[in-house]
């Protein structure tokens, strides 16, 4: 093969893997990197296959309960192991139903809520290993809060701007579609909920009336902050529970979670007076 060929190769597969991946305002870099290329590489490998996506979502959830039991026993290496491997999985799942055009309701209702599972199992088993139950309970509900205002930031980012956060999908009402749609919304919506009104009432309380316009929503839901958020999610956490594992610092680890709370507040004390001064600035006459 030619020069020419070669090169027309390596541009069919460069467009594969951009088709393969979601169109987010945010990059997660580890992610990018790292996971995204790996999870590409077993998408392609499932692609000629009868394996459907829903499938994948339920073998990284074996494997993250898998590493979360080993976790609990004290096998903090091999859970350091498994974790990255769900990750490669978690992001496969997605690349294969883009690349198949085979992206589904069910599917995307599966991984929050089986990805949800896993977590509380792993902090069950951080806890139950370090026996700091207050901790772990704490640093889950910190957890689950970052991913949720990861999830909630993209989507107000995307309605300050008119855009569609993603394509709407909707399965046929069979009975597992309905129970996962029933999970989400009583656990999940309330969630969505609160971090969308606390958004809201930050950025009315900052500039009151001037809330509405659209200039000054734009603003407060700025690219970096997007990005920033982007890289607290979840591939980027469990690369960082494997490297605490990895080391057997469990212990530290419900702390490190914790002060990663300081982030959303810093980034909204930011905002906060960047859109007061342009506010300001636009009632003085210099905006």
């Known amino acids: 093969m030619g020069n020419k060929g070669l090169a027309q190769n390596r541009q069919a597969l460069l467009k594969a893997f951009q088709a393969s991946l979601k169109a987010r305002p945010g990059v997660e870099y580890i992610n990018l990197v790292i996971f995204r290329p790996l999870g590409f590489i077993v998408a392609c490998a499932l692609l000629p296959t009868r394996v459907k996506p829903e499938q994948v979502v339920i073998a990284h959830t074996g494997l993250g309960l898998l590493a979360a039991g080993c976790l609990a026993?004290?096998?903090?290496?091999?859970?350091?192991?498994?974790?990255?491997?769900?990750?490669?999985?978690?992001?496969?799942?997605?690349?294969?139903?883009?690349l198949r055009q085979q992206e589904s309701e069910l599917g995307r209702y599966l991984d929050t809520e089986?990805?949800?599972?896993?977590?509380?199992?792993?902090?069950?088993?951080?806890?139950?290993?370090?026996?700091?139950?207050?901790?772990?309970?704490?640093?889950?509900?910190?957890?689950?809060?970052?991913?949720?205002?990861?999830?909630?930031?993209?989507?107000?980012?995307?309605?300050?701007?008119?855009e569609v956060l993603r394509a709407a999908v909707r399965d046929p009402d069979r009975r597992a579609v309905q129970l996962a749609r029933a999970v989400?919304?009583?656990?999940?919506?309330?969630?969505?909920?609160?971090?969308?009104?606390l958004e809201e009432l930050g950025l009315w309380l900052s500039v009151g009336h001037h809330a509405r316009e659209e200039r000054v929503r734009r603003s407060w839901w700025h690219p970096i902050v997007v990005t920033v958020a982007a890289n607290l999610g979840r591939s980027t956490q469990y690369l960082w529970l494997g490297i605490f594992a990895w080391r057997r610092r469990l212990d530290s680890y419900p702390t490190f979670v914790l002060s990663q709370l300081l982030i959303p507040l810093l980034l909204t004390i930011w905002r906060w007076s960047a859109v007061r001064r342009q506010v300001s600035g636009r009632r003085e006459g210099i905006v």
């Open 184 to 197: 989400y919304r009583l656990v999940f919506a309330p969630q969505d909920a609160m971090i969308r009104w």
């Open 73 to 98: 026993r004290g096998w903090e290496r091999a859970a350091a192991v498994l974790l990255q491997v769900v990750t490669v999985l978690d992001n496969a799942d997605g690349q294969l139903a883009r």
């Open 114 to 162: 089986l990805d949800t599972l896993v977590n509380t199992a792993l902090f069950a088993a951080i806890g139950y290993r370090t026996r700091g139950w207050r901790a772990s309970l704490a640093a889950l509900s910190a957890f689950t809060g970052l991913l949720s205002w990861d999830f909630n930031l993209e989507y107000l980012y995307r309605v300050a701007r008119g």
